[in-house]
């Protein structure tokens, strides 16, 4: 098999460079779960609307053809993570990313599917 070392060699100060630069083991798991939940077609489909324009539950239920109840659902999970954010204009709830990460993270994403050609 050619796409495994043939010979057990651990080089031990390459291991321990890169486990000291590395990120800690919690900034691993929630990026883990920001990943998990970007995972969900529903919710990835939101985060990308939300890349282009701040829109309101009901514009994003039109937009992903899915109820305002699984939409509501969705976006409390992507607000608990820390991806959108919201704000209330009267009766209305208005959501947007919460920061330029985010979509810089979704751009990526869909620029490596593009460049890969799946």
Known sequence: MADVCEVACVDAEKVAR????????????????TFKALGDPTRLRIVAALAQEELCVCDLATLVDVSESAVSHSLRTL???RLVQ?????KIAYYSLDD??????VAEGLGHIDEVGR
């Open 100 to 105: 330029a990460h985010v979509a810089r993270l």
């Open 79 to 81: 607000r608990q993570l």
């Open 18 to 33: 890169v486990r000291a630069a590395g990120p800690a083991p919690a900034t691993l798991l929630a990026l883990a779960e």
């Open 86 to 90: 919201y704000r209330k204009v009267g």
